[in-house]
């Protein structure tokens, strides 16, 4: 009761992490703890006071990285290298810590006021054994204070994590669907349930190289091999009124945006929001990064991403194999990315700002398809960026793999993965990567 009290009069602090990424390869491709950052609207909105450390922020106010930043904001993170799982000991590259180093997170947890509860998030589903190193250390730093994991891999593995993360509580889902809820079950107060959905808050951070904007959550396809129904079960666009604060909040501190939709296109006022933005005369880069819906591409909206000054576009295509791009959703076929790719370079989309997703690895894909997918983008003088399959759990290509809830998520590692299967190993993947060296641009995000 006392506690109470003193939460109502003071305010709950509450102290929101977002842990190191633990991998063979990362980079900071417009990486932001977005569903950490609506967490923290949330509880802003909810009458709590709310302090972020971000062990990814390239421009920590606790660690400053020497690594170059691109033009568009990128750059590779600071890293340590650290020791391989068991798992992982015959993969002959280095297993590394990327994020600020663990020496100052630890410095900086020290001479932190003890917070009234803590919020750790969770990427990637094989990253977790950063996530239980930051709730390790914080929990030995503040051992009475309740320690709440959300995320991806929270919600993907909940069992996995209730078991070994060492968190008090194991939040499955999107934050606005119950985090409010539980925290009134759990005493704190809450000064509002508000079950609306809310823009991150970058106003955390000190410094930032680029800004992400979301204009809607959920996708309304279905591809076998990916958990997006899963994590965001609706559709739902964000209110324009929300997108242009934003917007207008990034256009005064950084140049660069990335829209980070899963399914930009299909928000039927994106061609409305543009057209906003060219009247705006906003001072700003953008780019997408998830891939684009090639079958909503059209001529009028290629010109307005144009004149909105879009600067590098993401295609998804994955394959140019039909039978494989029909059974795995059938998001796109080869001739909607054809037209696409035309109708974006007509409008005058130079070449070699158009990139495209391939994937390889799905269970019984053959290589060549790979190679003719890259193949296609070479003809087409645009980048293609190969991405290695990843088991996701709650996905059908999973089940195909065999693995279940009681796998140990590292298996779902893509490099780990084409690593461990025989099939995987043949000489096809170095005549992949050969292939890929040869492309327009060695920027390639993976
Ligand atoms: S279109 Fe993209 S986001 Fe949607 S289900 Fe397919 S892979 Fe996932």
């Known amino acids: 009761m006392i506690f109470h009290t003193i939460y109502i009069k003071y305010g709950v602090r509450a102290l929101l992490i977002n842990p190191w990424i633990y991998d063979f390869k990362a980079f900071d491709f417009w990486n932001k703890p977005l569903g950490l950052l609506i967490v923290a609207r949330l509880l802003k909105e909810a009458g709590f006071k709310v302090e972020l450390i971000d062990c990814l922020d390239r421009r920590s106010p606790y ?3 020497n690594t170059r930043t691109d033009d568009y904001g990128r750059g590779k993170y600071y890293y ?3 020791d391989k799982p068991k798992l992982y000991k015959n993969i002959a590259r280095y297993y590394k810590r990327y994020g600020i180093p663990k020496k100052i997170f630890v410095e900086v947890i020290n001479r ?4 009234d ?5 969770s990427s990637m589903t094989y990253w977790y054994p950063g996530v239980f190193e930051v709730i390790r250390l914080i929990k030995e730093k503040f051992p009475r204070r309740k320690v709440i994991l959300g995320g991806i891999y929270a919600t993907l593995c909940k069992t996995h994590a209730e078991k070994y993360s060492g968190a008090d509580i194991v939040f499955t889902g999107p934050a606005e669907q119950g985090l409010l809820e539980l925290l009134s079950n759990l005493d704190y107060p809450v000064s509002t349930k508000s079950t609306a959905w809310l823009l991150p808050d970058f106003s955390l951070y000190n ?5 992400v904007i979301l204009t809607s959550r959920g996708c309304p396809f279905h591809c076998t091999y990916c958990a997006t129904n899963f994590l965001f079960p609706e559709f739902k666009s964000f209110p324009e009124q929300q997108i242009f604060e934003q917007l207008i909040f990034f256009n005064q501190r950084c140049s660069n945006i990335a829209f980070f939709d899963d399914a930009l296109l299909y928000n039927k006022n994106f061609t409305l929001l543009l ?18 819906h090639c079958r909503y591409i059209n001529k009028e909206l290629a010109e307005l991403m144009l004149k909105a000054n879009f600067k590098t576009i993401y295609l998804s295509l994955e394959t140019t194999n039909p039978e494989v791009q029909k059974r795995t959703g059938g998001k796109v076929s080869t001739r909607e990315f054809l037209k696409a790719v035309k109708l974006l370079k007509t409008v005058g989309f130079p070449a070699d700002a158009i ?17 003719a997918s ?4 070479h003809q087409l003088g645009i980048h293609p960026h190969l991405c290695e399959f990843s088991p996701i759990p709650f996905t059908e290509e999973y089940k195909k793999t065999g693995f279940d809830e009681h796998t140990d998520p590292l298996f779902h590692n893509n490099l780990f993965y084409a690593w461990f299967y025989p099939e995987y190993k043949n000489e096809l993947y170095q005549r992949i990567k050969g292939l890929l060296t040869q492309s327009p641009t060695s920027q390639d995000p993976g």
């Open 117 to 121: 509860i803590i919020f750790v998030t």
């Open 63 to 65: 660690f400053q990285t």
């Open 374 to 377: 890259i193949n296609l983008c």
């Open 112 to 115: 932190l006021d003890e917070p």
């Open 355 to 371: 990139h495209t997703y391939i994937l390889y690895g799905i269970p019984g894909q053959d290589y060549q398809e790979a190679i």
């Open 80 to 82: 340590e290298v650290v």
């Open 207 to 211: 410094k930032l190289d680029y800004g």
């Open 275 to 292: 057209k906003k933005i060219i009247a705006g005369n906003y001072n700003l880069k953008f780019h997408t990064s998830n891939g684009l």
